[in-house]
């Protein structure tokens, strides 16, 4: 079974939120941000670089709804970062390992695209889950390339270290694993390493994957 993408959402390609104003998030800005083009073309806005109250408010709505900090429709690199990020994943939905470079000579695998924050479960050459957006580890705690394999699942796990519900944990790297968290997958700097999945998507992984499946993570985050 191939599931696409679910193109709600995607990871911040930049942490640099300096550059946007720190007014109110129920505010609605009148400044243009050096994003605004762009963000008007990738939600169909009239494209004149100018805001308009119009321009914010569905630029303030795409920000709510992808958890970006401050949410006052300014079009900063944070914003364009994650609208960015969703056009290369579109591009990705029917074949995410057009350039091969997950392996397809180990049966069943899990891969990771750092660059992209996508992942998806394969089979050979057969794409049977995803792909779909995952958060990795964030500057400093950056998830570890190589081929890996899953040695341990706990369906609620609880860490210890951070004091944090790590439902449908599948580890596959030290203390680094799949599974889904209670906040958005989009919301910045990223995780301590492990790979941040929607609920549903950590649930489906769960029930395609066992203890010995391998595990390619390859890539680099944006902005790591």
Not at 141 to 156: A, P, S
Not at 185 to 194: A, D, F
């Amino acid at each position: 079974m191939v599931v696409p993408l679910a193109m709600a959402a995607a990871s911040p390609a930049q942490a640099a939120t300096a550059a946007q104003p720190t007014s109110a998030a129920s505010s609605c800005t009148t400044s243009t941000g050096p994003y605004q083009k762009q963000a008007e073309k990738f939600l169909g806005r009239p494209v004149d670089g100018r805001q308009s109250r119009a321009d914010c408010l569905a630029i303030q709505k795409f920000q709510i709804n992808h958890g970006i900090s401050p949410t006052i429709g300014y079009a900063g690199p944070v914003t364009w970062g994650v609208m960015s990020l969703i056009n290369t994943q579109k591009a990705a939905l029917h074949d995410p390992n057009a350039a091969r470079k997950c392996p397809t000579n180990k049966g069943r695998i899990a891969c990771v695209d750092l660059t992209r924050q996508l992942s998806w479960v394969q089979d050979g050459s057969r794409l049977v889950y995803g792909p779909v957006p995952v958060r990795t580890g964030r500057d400093r705690y950056e998830t570890r390339t190589g081929l890996k394999k899953i040695y341990w699942r706990d369906i609620d796990h609880w860490s210890t270290l951070y004091d944090v519900a790590m439902p449908y944990s599948q580890f596959f790297d030290g203390g680094e694993a799949f599974h889904s968290i209670a906040g958005s997958v989009w919301s910045p700097p990223g995780s301590h390493g492990c790979v941040n999945m929607r609920s549903a998507d950590a649930k489906k992984y769960w029930s395609l994957l066992k203890n010995g499946d391998d595990v390619y993570v390859y890539g680099r985050k944006p902005g790591t």
